[in-house]
């Protein structure tokens, strides 16, 4: 199957500082989402990503699928901003493949 | 909109006792998904639907666990007996299907079994 690989596992950063997170993937995807789960473990949506670049406020994500990896952009960070972002690949009609996650502390 | 809801959101029950997980998707989707959270196996699918019916259920642990899914608004998911080793989050997901396939993740059902 389908293998997902996110590093770095944990990061660390004062407020204020950027951080990318990648996701590297084993094979060919249609489907391709970012989530963060927050301290109270919902799982939320960030980017829906299959390819391509997008901007949400200060997260911004690129997929480059014929190089089967995805990277997640985070700006000016927040302590609100802190949990574990998990990317998540798949085919169309099918389940999503987690990574195991990178967790993130910002601290203030 | 509402979200997909869960519920019940915690349950605690005792080794042998029957669980039962329940599930509304998004109104609209048409694909529905189980997926199981631990520290040691992280987030891994059990069980999902298209159109009300079972498609890949190769997660699913073992017979204690069933799934069901009776119309587009509503699914189940059964642990009969359940065990220690059962205790996760277990997430529902539900998406619109076709060619746009985000998923959307209700809130969770954390289970202890003591």
């Known amino acids: 199957g389908i293998q997902v690989e996110q590093s770095p596992p944990d990061l660390i950063l004062q407020e204020g500082a950027n951080s990318t997170l990648r996701c590297n993937f084993s094979?060919?995807?249609?489907?391709l989402q970012w989530f963060h789960q927050n301290p109270w473990g919902q799982l939320i949506n960030l980017f829906y990503?299959?390819?391509g670049t997008k901007q949400n406020g200060r997260l911004s994500a690129t997929t480059v699928a014929t190089e089967r990896y995805s990277l997640l952009y985070i700006s000016s960070s927040q302590t609100t901003d802190s949990g574990v972002y998990f990317c998540a690949v798949g085919l169309v009609g099918t389940a999503l493949i987690f990574g195991k996650g990178t967790t993130l502390s910002v601290s203030s | 909109d509402a979200g997909v809801i869960q519920s019940p959101r915690h349950e605690v029950t005792e080794m042998g006792q029957e669980v039962t997980l329940r599930c509304k998707p998004i109104s609209g989707h048409n694909s529905l998904f189980w997926y199981r959270q631990t520290m040691m196996r992280g987030l891994e699918l059990l069980i999902y639907f298209n159109n009300n019916v079972p498609i890949d259920d190769s997660g699913m642990p073992e017979d204690r666990f069933s799934a069901k899914m009776p119309n587009a608004s509503f699914s189940t998911l059964k642990i009969q007996p359940s065990e220690p080793r059962d205790s996760a989050v277990y997430f529902c997901a539900s998406s619109s299907g076709g060619s746009y396939n985000e998923q959307f993740f209700g809130p969770g059902t954390r289970l202890t079994v003591l």
């Open positions: 990503i299959p390819s």
């Open positions: 094979d060919s995807v249609n489907n």
